[in-house]
């Protein structure tokens, strides 16, 4: 597929401001979920917790890292923001970081998907908030772990984005042409 750049130097900022802004969003998550992580350090452990610990650091750092940003939202995020590159317009070079996930001008079953997966983050951190330590801490670094590797990978196919023009993931836009923003 050739290299559509129309967009000019709004879709490249706007393609700079949704990878700014997302990594600014999970950055700020991790930073706050460490704080309920570093009192783990003095926490006198014993063998199961050591155990649950080691289990939810691999479970996380596969479904979550892997499987979540690796295979699925990192791909989908650069091609979304390649096609922003080359049509940008108001609402999503605005929106950039939210287009690129997915939140709209996506197909039915994209945005129903991404809309279901950030409530249901939602309804998990409610309920994590309310569990004492270490298994508040447990997850939390289960998380961290998690969103480090998805941000590892977002960084890597941000850069696969730029130098390599073949690669052409699916940005899941919707087709026909009276589709809308919304």
């Given at each position: ?81 390649r096609f922003l590159r080359s049509n940008p317009t108001i609402l999503r070079v605005l929106l ?26 939602i309804l998990l951190v409610i309920l994590v908030r309310k569990l004492d330590q270490p298994w ?47």
């Amino acid at each position: 597929m050739a290299r559509n750049t129309k967009g000019g130097w709004i879709g490249y900022l706007a393609v700079a401001w949704a990878y700014v802004g997302f990594f600014g969003l999970i950055g700020a998550a991790i930073v706050r979920i460490w704080g309920y992580v570093q009192p783990l350090r003095t926490y006198d452990w014993r063998p199961f917790e050591w155990m649950v610990l080691a289990v939810t650091l691999l479970g996380m750092l596969y479904a979550e890292g892997w499987k979540g940003f690796y295979l699925k939202l990192a791909p989908r995020f650069a091609a979304r923001a390649r096609f922003l590159r080359s049509n940008p317009t108001i609402l999503r070079v605005l929106l950039a970081p939210f287009f690129c996930v997915g939140y709209f001008y996506a197909p039915r079953k994209r945005k129903i998907a991404s809309y279901a997966l950030t409530f249901g983050i939602i309804l998990l951190v409610i309920l994590v908030r309310k569990l004492d330590q270490p298994w508040r801490g447990i997850i939390d670094a289960g998380v961290v772990v998690g969103l480090g590797f998805g941000l590892a990978s977002m960084a890597w196919t941000g850069l696969r984005l730029c130098l390599d023009p073949t690669w052409n993931p699916d940005p899941e836009v919707p087709t026909s042409p009276e589709s809308s923003e919304h």
